[in-house]
């Protein structure tokens, strides 16, 4: 129990790392929005006492540009300096906060830079730069561990709810090159992986749990799906085919596991090494699932290490992508026919970064903060 107890204290900071991103959560055209709430939603409040609060900043970052047409990578969009190039920065300051042993809340506060390179979207002649910047998607929810500490020596798990509330702009615009007035420049709205927001009330669902395998060795694992009942948010997309000219607001999903080891004494390094999955659905749960999105999925490797001085601990994860996937989306399905069968294409990153700094509160500490 009281190994449990302490290497709880290392392993929430696996647990903490984006998901989805972005961006899960996600490397790519694939995330076509950043969205990181949830993955730190699912894990804030495994270390937290009744009254404790739990602030963390997470910040990651990937480049995209090897594109994928099934599981098929196209290497020539390379060769031919064709690719588009995202790179993607996000920032999420998270709370959380312990209403009991078992009862938890959480609000994630995310902020993101983007930049994106493409030829085809400025008159497929030059190659220019899209940005957005600001505010994307809040999120906020809650937990309950299925198990007190007296009945849960060798582990535990917790399920919750959040709500993904459409706060980042999802009709953030930018600069077009070549497709204006007499080849002229235009404003235009950013393409979909780029925007801040998708302009839909989300409802998130999160599982994640922690099994003590040996003296010093533990099994984590954890995921969401998002339900977003949204069909199509009306911004235009510019594309040549008229079923992909407004985007979609399609759901997401995460889940990852893998195997969290201490490295020495209570207050030091910690290693992990696990799996995830991540992507978007060709259709949705709930509601329709019209208008343009990328749907996919990638599999990763995320080897990752935190290391903590008294209540601060600083982790790194790196998931390294192995398996890429751009799946046929529903329009890519309805406009083919049997001589022409359409499979779209999305540019992926080779690797992500989570870097996060987490500060645990203790209940002391807490009570000072109510005090002002």
Same mark, same amino acid.
Request: glycine share 6%; hydrophobic share 10%; proline share 0%.
């Given at each position: 129990m009281k190994n449990f107890i302490r290497c709880q204290k290392y392993i929430y900071i696996t647990l903490i790392g984006l998901f989805l991103s972005q961006d899960l959560i996600a490397q790519g055209c694939v995330a076509i929005r950043q969205f990181s709430g949830i993955g730190n939603a699912v894990g804030q409040g495994n270390i937290l006492e009744k009254g404790e609060l739990n602030i963390s900043a997470n910040y990651r970052y990937f480049k995209s540009f090897r594109h994928f047409r099934g599981t098929q990578e196209e290497p020539d969009r390379l060769t031919n300096n064709t690719e588009v190039i995202n790179w993607t920065h996000l920032v999420d300051l998270n709370i959380s906060y312990a209403f009991s042993e078992r009862v938890f809340g959480v609000l994630s506060v995310p902020y993101a830079?983007? /930049? +994106?390179?493409?030829? $085809?979207?400025? *008159?497929?002649? /030059? +190659?220019?730069?899209? $940005?957005?910047? *600001?505010l994307t998607d809040l999120i906020i929810g809650g937990g309950y561990w299925l198990f007190s500490g007296e009945n849960s020596p060798k582990g535990n798990m917790a399920i919750g709810a959040g709500l993904k509330i459409p706060t980042g702009n999802y009709k953030?615009?930018?600069?077009?090159?070549?497709v204006g007035p007499n080849g002229g420049s235009e404003i235009r709205p950013v393409d979909q992986s780029i925007q801040l927001g998708d302009g839909g009330f989300g409802i998130v669902i999160n599982g994640q749990g922690i099994w003590n395998l040996g003296k010093t060795t533990f099994l984590y694992y954890d995921g969401f799906y998002m339900l977003n009942p949204r069909n199509t948010n009306g911004v235009q997309t510019f594309r040549r085919r008229e079923s992909e000219a407004i985007m979609s607001v399609p759901d997401q999903f995460a889940l990852r596991a893998g195997l969290f080891k201490p490295i020495g004494s209570a207050h030091g390094l910690a290693l992990s090494f696990g799996g995830r999955i991540e992507g978007v659905p060709v259709r949705d749960i709930i509601g329709k699932s019209e208008g343009f999105r990328r749907p996919g999925y990638i599999v990763s490797a995320e080897p990752g290490a935190s290391y903590m001085v008294k209540d601060f601990t600083l982790g790194l994860t790196v998931p390294i992508a192995l398996l890429r996937n751009r799946t046929r989306s529903l329009t890519d399905i309805l406009d083919s026919n049997p001589d022409n069968k359409i499979h779209g294409d999305a540019a992926f990153a080779d690797y992500l970064v989570n870097l996060s700094l987490a500060w645990r509160i203790s209940k002391k500490e807490s009570d000072l903060f109510k005090s002002f």
């Open positions: 830079y983007n /930049e +994106r390179s493409s030829l $085809y979207e400025h *008159g497929r002649t /030059e +190659r220019h730069t899209t $940005y957005s910047q *600001g953030a615009t930018s600069r077009f090159y070549n």
